[in-house]
């Protein structure tokens, strides 16, 4: 294991208590993310009060997006965390070039999500269908459009990561960043995890 | 080939099983190639399924398993929240 990467997890508070007990990434991810995941949490319960009210306009609406366009960008987002895991894995081993290489393939599912959801966006607009074509798809848009700005900043933090760590030897202070960008990248895949269910499924 | 071992750990086979559960629950839906709409129960199985994967994906690739415990416990409640919420709009 990487020395500084060592000494940071011997300094943490807990892990003088525990060894094995350890805090991924810093505290303010941490709150950003659950600060997160209660908006989310707020417009998952809103989308789901106004179906129960009109169930068979949601699924109407519903029945026009390609579920297998929402599948593909699912398994797109699963694979990307699963190398985002990988990626931390081989750094704390300290080879950083594999981590690169993973973070690399992360960032190109990322990219390929976003990529899926403009041919998406676009094959609705071509069928004159936007934000304002009725209440389920004002909620499609709006959770979706708000999902992939998550995607855009995840994979523009990715790249930036990926970045950083060309030296050989990471400081601390980099293996944390690291784990930063790592779980805010595992959050946007478990947003889209219930995005997929919700809106294209049920 | 980025790893000499190309399965090696549990997060391996977590992400397996997170194919193997979005899968099933497409294939619930998609039954030979055909939508076929389904009930609130349905639903309600399939968002379950969902959060299964959230707490796979948060326990094992967050690493939030060995994270202090005021974490682990804020988000399985968090899970907890999420789930009566579908119970009480499908249910």
Same mark, same amino acid.
């Given at each position: 294991m990487n020395t500084e990467f060592s000494e940071r997890c011997a300094t943490n508070s807990d892990s003088t208590v525990n060894p094995k007990?350890?805090?991924?990434?810093?505290?303010?991810?941490?709150?950003?993310i659950c600060g997160d995941l209660l908006v989310f949490t707020f417009l998952f319960f809103v989308f789901l009060f106004y179906r129960s009210n009109s169930v068979q306009i949601y699924k109407e609406g519903q029945a026009s997006l390609s579920a297998q366009l929402g599948?593909?960008?699912?398994?797109?987002?699963l694979t990307s965390s699963w190398l985002i895991v990988r990626a931390t894995r081989s750094l704390r081993s300290g080879s950083t070039a594999i981590s690169r290489r993973y973070l690399l393939g992360a960032i190109a599912f990322g990219c390929s999500f976003s990529v899926v959801k403009y041919f998406e966006y676009g094959n609705k607009f071509s069928q004159g269908i936007d934000i304002t074509s009725g209440e389920f798809f004002m909620f499609y848009f709006v959770l979706t459009g708000i999902h992939l700005l998550h995607v855009i900043v995840g994979v523009l933090?990715?790249?930036?990561?990926? /970045? @950083?760590?060309? +030296? /050989? @030897?990471?400081? +601390?202070?980099?293996?944390?960043?690291?784990?930063?960008?790592?779980?805010?990248?595992?959050?946007?895949?478990?947003l889209w995890v219930v995005l997929f269910p919700l809106l294209y499924l049920i | 080939m980025l790893d000499s071992k190309v399965f090696v750990g549990t997060s391996d086979w977590i992400w397996l099983a997170l194919m193997g559960l979005t899968l099933f629950s497409f294939g619930s839906v998609n039954l030979n190639s055909e939508r076929h709409y389904i009930g609130n129960a349905n639903s309600l199985l399939i968002l379950s399924i969902a959060l299964i994967k959230i707490r796979l994906i948060v326990r094992n690739f967050m690493e939030v398993k060995t994270a202090p415990a005021p974490l682990r416990i804020a988000l399985d409640v968090w899970l907890i929240t999420l789930f009566g919420g579908f119970v009480y709009f499908l249910g």
């Open positions: 007990i350890r805090l991924p990434g810093e505290v303010g991810i941490w709150v950003f599948l593909l960008n699912t398994i797109i987002m933090a990715l790249g930036l990561l990926w /970045r @950083a760590q060309h +030296a /050989r @030897a990471l400081t +601390a202070e980099q293996h944390t960043l690291h784990d930063c960008g790592a779980v805010y990248w595992h959050t946007v895949d478990l | -």
